[in-house]
């Protein structure tokens, strides 16, 4: 069983950073992929990015490259998403997601889900 935790969410201004954690604990998450999406109110989850470190795979929505990256840290088991230049539409709930086997990348399966942070980003 692998359980996500997320952390690093807030209310920043329009122009602004802020960098999302996702704590991976049960099982090392070396050779899964990660993933990052988001939920806004009233709106349907969304692909942000994702990652696979072992099949060298990466995935960015087209609006989000360049302002968007994602990283990890082995050693704590954890994954990151760095967002900079934040626009008042990236508010949402973000989720980060973990497949176990293969490249889901925006729309194939991920096993595991974490219970999202909230990131709200001010005009």
């Known amino acids: 069983q692998v359980q996500l935790v997320e952390s690093g969410g807030g209310l920043v201004q329009a122009g602004g950073s802020l960098r999302l954690s996702c704590a991976a604990s049960g099982r090392t998450f070396s050779s899964y992929a990660m993933g990052w999406f988001r939920q806004a109110p009233g709106k349907e989850r969304e692909f942000v990015a994702a990652k696979s470190w072992s099949l060298g795979m990466t995935s960015y929505v087209d609006s989000m490259k360049g302002r968007f990256t994602i990283s990890r840290d082995t050693a704590k088991n954890t994954v990151y998403l760095q967002m900079n230049s934040l626009k008042p539409e990236d508010t949402a709930v973000y989720y980060c997601?973990?497949?176990?086997?293969?490249?889901?990348?925006?729309?194939?399966?991920?096993?595991?889900w974490g219970q999202g942070t909230q990131v709200t980003v001010s005009s």
């Open positions: 997601a973990a497949a176990l086997t293969g490249w889901p990348g925006p729309r194939g399966k991920y096993d595991y």
